[in-house]
């Protein structure tokens, strides 16, 4: 789980991390009081989305206005947040579509010496939490890592007793933290690693991290992502999601039950398991589809659910062909099956046809009922495939020819 920039410094706050005064604005007037409430010379108007690149991003339709500005009196911060509240974020992380602003992070200014990057993440081929950090802050850490990695500094944590303070006080050697600033830097790394533990994170990233002109070390951004898994333990944070961040059919499909990401492609699939999902979406890819989402239906197998999952693959028009992949395990091919005509039932006017066509590969548990069931169906535009191989390629090739 996603959430905000200033929700995330709130958040650090409580342990202690040194971050920017500021508050958030939902509408202009806000914007303006808080501005004047932080009584600063230099206002920062940040807009706030579930993206990264805001500082290079820009407003579609107004390009010389980037999702984050300075501003040096009220004045300012009126006319950037009439011209960012609303309106449509374009950064390298959005994609083209963008993202609509609809809160800022009105902050306080800071005179800033040297940027850094600095962040926590799990690396799940360890499985252990890794410590990055580097001197090339404020950018893309992606960027450093195509084009200088040997900036980039790693130190992995022993989970045993967790991150030791002479590991802090090295990365802050490591990056180029100036000496009177080490220890200011080491303590903020030691914080900002309880957040990590304290909030079940998957990832604590602050870049910038920055050291002021008078050796003060602030997060000047903050992003934190959590582990689904354990939001139970955590309701202050799930209180925090922003739904109107999340793609609405994401949100009907984890209500469902159903593990859904919408990729932008035409071409649906349906999986059981995280694994043959992704093997799905690579193959349609090889024979020239665009995927249109990663859909795991995990190990229930009802027919109503497998009905909600192609109603949730079909809504909004974006899929114009389907490929259904399922190795029957703990699912039975037969209620696959099942659940496939009464979709049709379902989302058709005359309860015998499906909108687009339809590719199902069957394997596994109870597959040669699954098959009988399919080949009896009066449905139209139900096709089986004997392998996943061919499911994919004519998937790709029927969608292909609807179009034209």
Known sequence: ??????????????YGVNVP?????????????????????????????????RGKGTIKGNESMHGVMLAKNTADVKKYAEALLGQTLVTKQTGPEGKKVGRLLIEAGSNIKKEYYFSFVVDRTQGRVVMMGSSEGGTSIEDVAAKTPEKIITDTIDPAIGLASFQATRMAYAIDIPQPAVRKAAATFMKLYDAFIGKDCSQVE??????????????????????????????????????????????????AGLNYVNLGGDVACMVNGAGLAMATVDMLKFYGGEPANFLD?????????????????????????????????????????????????????????LPVPVVVRLEGSMVEEGREILRNTPITNVFAAPTMEGGAEQIVKLVAAAKN
């Open 206 to 255: 602050i870049n910038p991290l920055v050291v002021t002109e008078d050796d003060d070390v602030i997060a000047l951004d903050a992003k934190l992502n959590f582990d689904d898994s354990a939001l139970f333990r955590h309701p202050d944070i799930a209180e925090l999601r922003d739904e109107t961040e999340e793609d609405p059919k994401e949100r009907e499909a984890a209500a």
């Open 297 to 353: 239906v995990g190990g229930d197998s009802a027919p109503e659910k497998i009905a909600k999952a192609f109603s949730i693959m079909l809504e909004g028009g974006q899929a114009k062909g389907i490929f259904v992949n399922i190795m029957g395990g703990i699912n039975r091919c037969d209620n696959i099956a099942k659940g496939i005509i009464e979709a049709a039932h379902i989302i058709s006017k005359d309860g015998s046809s």
């Open 21 to 53: 005064q500021g508050k958030p604005a939902f509408t202009v007037e806000e914007a303006v009081k808080n501005a004047e409430e932080l009584g600063s010379k230099v206002v920062v108007v940040k807009s706030q989305i579930h993206a990264g690149g």
């Open 1 to 14: 789980m996603n959430i905000h920039e200033y929700q995330s410094k709130a958040i650090l706050r409580e």
